[in-house]
């Protein structure tokens, strides 16, 4: 067993050990957190931030106005689409002074076999409806 003495100077020496340690430690962090502090970025943060900043905005720009060509082409495109659909629209084909005959239940006639004298026809013109009675037939 150790003697008193001896137990003594081992946690003396322990506590040194010790306390030299975590002072050494504790600089090295001191050391490191000037380093930080002193650095470029703590510093002079917008030198860092500054180009990216910019760089967003350019890129932000573009891309507005990559949007609005994109739209102004899509506007482009929806018009000439109405067009086109306006032209083969039925309301338009009855503008220009063409009619729409249907049978009473909505069946829209395309051939005078479908229809028989006597029967009542439905005419539809650009503005309003005839109801008719078949008088007759006549091939074109």
Do not use: F, W
């Not at 000037?34 to 573009?62: E, F, H, W």
């Amino acid at each position: 067993m150790p003697d008193r003495r001896e137990m003594h100077r081992y946690l003396t020496s322990l506590d040194q050990r010790l306390e030299k340690g975590v002072g050494n430690k504790l600089e090295r962090c001191r050391h490191r957190l000037k380093v930080c502090a002193n650095s470029q970025a703590l510093q002079r943060p917008y030198l860092i931030t500054g180009n990216r900043q910019q760089t967003v905005d350019m890129l932000t720009a573009a891309l507005h106005r990559v949007g609005k060509l994109m739209l102004a082409d899509k506007g482009t495109i929806l018009a000439t689409l109405a067009g086109k659909l306006d032209i083969l629209s039925p309301l338009s084909t009855l503008a220009r002074g063409y009619s729409i005959c249907t049978t009473p239940d909505g069946q829209i006639i395309t051939d005078m076999e479908d229809i028989i004298k006597g029967d009542l026809v439905s005419v539809k013109l650009n503005k309003g409806s005839l109801h008719c009675t078949v008088e007759g037939k006549e091939e074109a």
